[in-house]
């Protein structure tokens, strides 16, 4: 099994940055993938961005060029840099992670959430 613990959420002013942790325990040897995923109030829950086994990265395009993810390796923690903030990336902030390298219980696991609001 993975436990996924998000922090870092808060209230900022538009234009200004937070960095969003992710940390990850149990069997993270089994974990090919990891993300950020968001959802609004009231909206559908959407990808911002994802960092494979193999280095590459993909980002929502409604944050390229101002999110960066990346990750720790010695401490198992994700992380989402996030910078040049908007009023429309108000929303919870999911970390996710893909356990198929490995075999069952389950190969899909998410995080608690932390609220990010960023005010005009």
């Known amino acids: 099994q993975v436990q996924l613990v998000e922090s870092g959420g808060g209230l900022v002013q538009a234009g200004g940055s937070l960095r969003l942790s992710c940390a990850a325990s149990g069997d993270t040897i089994c974990i090919s993938a990891m993300g950020w995923y968001r959802q609004a109030p009231g909206k559908e829950r959407e990808l911002v961005a994802v960092m494979h086994s193999g280095g590459s990265t993909n980002y929502a395009d409604s944050v390229k060029g101002r999110f960066t993810i990346s990750g720790d390796n010695g401490k198992n923690t994700l992380y989402l840099q996030m910078n040049s903030l908007k009023p429309e990336d108000t929303a919870v902030y999911y970390c996710?992670?893909?356990?198929?390298?490995?075999?069952?219980?389950?190969?899909?696991?998410w995080g608690q959430g932390t609220q990010v609001t960023v005010s005009s």
């Open positions: 996710n992670a893909d356990r198929r390298l490995c075999g069952p219980p389950k190969y899909d696991y």
